[in-house]
C-alpha cells in the first residue's frame, strides 16, 4: 500500500509542476502552494466520494434507479442486475486519501517556510 501512497503522490506532485507551467508560465513557492493545495484538495474529494460509495450509502438509490430504468425500457433482468454500488466500485480509496494527505502535508510546509 505504502508504494500505491507514493505513486499516487509523485504523480500528483507532476501534475502541480505541469499546471504551474501551464498557468503561471513560472515556478514560485507561492504558484506550487496554490496549485498543491488545488490538487490534493481534488483528489481527496474524489477519495471521500470513493470511500462514501463503498461504504453502501447510496446502494438503495442505485438499485431504485437501475429498476424504473429496467422498466421504462423494458429490458429483461440479467444475472447483474441486482449487483449493489458498493460491490461494483472495488477501488481503492485509502491509497487516494493518503496521498492527497501528503501533497497537502507538503503544500502546509510549503506555506509554513513562505510565510517564515
Known amino acids: 500500500m505504502l508504494k500505491r501512497v507514493i505513486i499516487f503522490a509523485v504523480i500528483q506532485e507532476i501534475l502541480i509542476f505541469f499546471l504551474m507551467l501551464s498557468f503561471y508560465w513560472n515556478i514560485s513557492l507561492l504558484y506550487y502552494i496554490n496549485v498543491s493545495f488545488i490538487v490534493a484538495a481534488i483528489v481527496f474529494v474524489v477519495g471521500l466520494i470513493l470511500y462514501v460509495m463503498q461504504s453502501g450509502f447510496f446502494d ?14 423494458r429490458e429483461e433482468e440479467s444475472e447483474f442486475a441486482d449487483v449493489p454500488l458498493s460491490e461494483l466500485m472495488n477501488v481503492g480509496y485509502v491509497s487516494l486519501l493518503l496521498s492527497s494527505l501528503t501533497v497537502l502535508a507538503t503544500s502546509f510546509i510549503a506555506l509554513a517556510v513562505y510565510y517564515s
Request: glycine fraction near 8%; hydrophobic fraction near 35%.
Open 60 to 73: 438503495l438509490i442505485h438499485t431504485g434507479m437501475r429498476k424504473i430504468t429496467r422498466r421504462m425500457r
